[in-house]
């Protein structure tokens, strides 16, 4: 029975650090690191639809996923939802709360039931102090993250720009023609308060959607030089 408990947490800490292997900023460590890795985090089980942490908490640790999925949200003033990204297997979150201890800039619920591994703060700032080396490597991911947010946010963004596009250039036209029809209308002595009022509202529009036009194609110019 003994024999079989130590087969099995034998077992348990090779999946363990196998798991760990699988983040990038850990993957290169050597087996001496990795074992105090485990050392100093534990293992932690969670359920379906748990919540990690909410936004404005403060941030004492990082989560490294093993098992499952854990999604990063916002939710607006009317407690709508608003996904950021779905996490999985190989994964971490929460790892800015190591460098600064800040506040959660997010929401994080598990989406399956989950196995993570977590590393207090005071832990990971014992870590670098042993292997600094590990704080680059962990800057390197954050960098990569940030850009890839950042392109996917232009892209979006681009799309957007595209699609307001088109109705301006359809209200435009709109405002011209009636701007042409109130040209023969002007003629009427009795009509000429009422169409110099529409006249003067046409202009007001038409010159809102240049500069909203202006502002777009400025976008789509930034957008390409980045």
Do not use: H, W
Request: glycine share 6%; charged share 30%.
């Amino acid at each position: 029975m003994l024999r079989n408990e130590m087969m099995e947490l034998k077992n348990e800490l090779t999946e363990l650090k196998e798991g760990l292997r699988r983040v990038p900023f850990l993957e290169s460590l050597e087996d001496s690191q990795i074992d105090y890795l485990v050392k100093i985090g534990k293992r932690v089980s969670l359920n379906n639809r748990e919540l990690l942490f909410r936004k404005g908490d403060p941030g004492r640790c990082m989560y490294v996923i093993l098992e499952g999925r854990i999604q990063i949200y916002m939710e607006s003033s009317d407690g709508e939802a608003a996904v950021l990204r779905v996490l999985e297997s190989g994964q971490f979150l929460g790892e800015m709360a190591l460098l600064d201890g800040g506040a959660r800039s997010a929401n994080a619920l598990t989406v399956t039931p989950c196995e993570v591994f977590v590393l207090e703060r005071a832990s990971f700032l014992n870590l670098i102090t042993t292997y600094p080396e590990l704080l680059t490597r962990l800057l390197s991911g954050l960098t990569e993250r940030l850009r890839r947010i950042d392109e996917r946010y232009l892209g979006q963004m681009a799309g957007v720009a595209q699609e307001v596009s088109v109705p301006l250039d359809a209200i435009s036209e709109n405002v011209r023609a009636i701007k042409q029809d109130l040209a023969a209308e002007s003629a009427s002595p009795l009509l000429r308060p009422f169409v110099e009022k529409i006249r003067n509202a046409a202009d007001v529009i038409e010159k809102n959607c240049a500069y909203a036009k202006a502002l777009l194609q400025n976008f789509r110019r930034q957008s390409r030089m980045e």
